[in-house]
């Protein structure tokens, strides 16, 4: 029973260079988000997807993309990666989103030198 | 702007000493209060969901309860095993997806 699976657990990145975080669930959920932790500070949401081809920002979308294409897997894709975007990745799924519970993936540490 | 504060940020606590935890939050209005724990080196795991004020619940040492423009995150007799960072997060009535985390509360428990 997997659930959410991301890899790659740690990654370093020079400035400028690319690279995409995967994501993956088992458990059929429609929604599925990508967040980010800085250090001492909340999550905050970058971009969600409610279904196969339907994707939306968040809070912090800028430098990022995302897409969609089966209900199992949600990359995120770093595009010209900054310092400002070392952080914690976490992919996270729910089966219907609105009030139901998030289930979180292992996360990724990122750090971009 | 809809918002979520936790304090304290971080809190240490003798095993069997009793304290609570609080996030209080500004929304226009709120659909859900969520509570998670989160262990060094992971992802966030669920505890509980509060949905209106007055309710409350509770998982073995835990309670977690909701007024109007706050929730407590009740520990009683804690044990080392407690220690973790706890985050609260809210998702308001104006939002369809889109959840609000606080920072987070660090707990440790001393033997």
């Known amino acids: 029973n997997a659930g959410v699976t991301q890899t790659p657990k740690f990654r370093i990145l020079k400035i400028g260079q690319s690279m995409t975080l995967q994501c993956t669930q088992d458990?059929?959920?429609?929604?599925m988000y990508w967040y980010r932790q800085d250090p001492g500070m909340g999550l905050k949401l970058i971009y969600y997807?409610?279904?196969?081809?339907?994707?939306d920002k968040g809070e912090v979308p800028n430098g990022y993309n995302v897409s969609r294409s089966t209900t199992e897997d949600f990359p995120l894709r770093l595009e010209l990666a900054a310092p400002s975007q070392t952080s914690v990745y976490f992919c996270?799924?729910?089966?219907?989103?609105?009030?139901?519970?998030?289930?979180f993936g292992s996360g990724t540490q990122l750090s971009v030198l | 702007e809809d918002q979520v504060t936790q304090s304290p940020e971080a809190l240490r606590l003798q095993e069997g000493e009793s304290s609570s935890l609080n996030c209080s939050y500004t929304v226009s209005g709120l659909r859900g209060l969520f509570w998670y724990r989160q262990d060094p080196g992971k992802g966030p795991e669920f505890l509980f969901t509060?949905?209106?004020a007055g309710e409350e619940k509770e998982k073995e040492r835990l309670k977690a309860t909701l007024t109007k423009k706050e929730s407590f995150l009740h520990i009683t007799a804690p044990k080392p095993e407690d220690s973790a960072t706890y985050l609260c997060?809210?998702?308001?009535?104006?939002?369809?997806?889109?959840?609000?985390f606080g920072s987070g509360t660090r707990l440790s428990i001393r033997p």
């Open positions: 996270a799924s729910n089966p219907t989103g609105s009030v139901e519970k998030l289930f």
């Open positions: 509060l949905y209106s």
């Open positions: 997060a809210v998702l308001p009535s104006s939002s369809a997806s889109k959840i609000i």
């Open positions: 997807s409610v279904g196969a081809g339907i994707t």
């Open positions: 458990m059929n959920h429609n929604y």
